[in-house]
């Protein structure tokens, strides 16, 4: 699997296809399902919406279980520590981070 996405906004029709393979080849290799990307709409305009790996990475910082971190080559996701907080999707200026993970499952929930 490839690591990385190439998305052109160029070629965007807005069919979300690319959101349901990024969300399937997640679920094949026993990932978290959610897709990495996601197509945002703008009157007529579509375009894939991607992390743009900020040098300062606001997601990283507020991240409490270091879950996102500066790589060799790119900002990295360790999904088997994300505990689903959902802080990074929140401090990302861009929206190009969306929430990943389950509900954080040690945090009681008001049900």
Known sequence: ????VIAEPQHCIGCNTCMAACTEVH????LQSHPRLM???V???TAPMLCRQCED???ARVCP???ITHGEHAIE???TLCIGCKLC???CPFGGNHACGQRASQYPVDV
């Not at 699997?1 to 990385?4: A, D, E, L, V």
């Not at 679920?27 to 026993?30: L, Y």
């Open 1 to 4: 699997m490839n690591r990385f």
């Open 27 to 30: 679920k094949a290799e026993g």
């Open 39 to 41: 197509v945002t709409r």
């Open 43 to 45: 009157g007529e305009q």
């Open 57 to 59: 990475a606001p997601c």
């Open 65 to 67: 279980v270091n879950a």
């Open 77 to 79: 996701l360790n999904e």
């Open 89 to 91: 999707g929140l401090a």
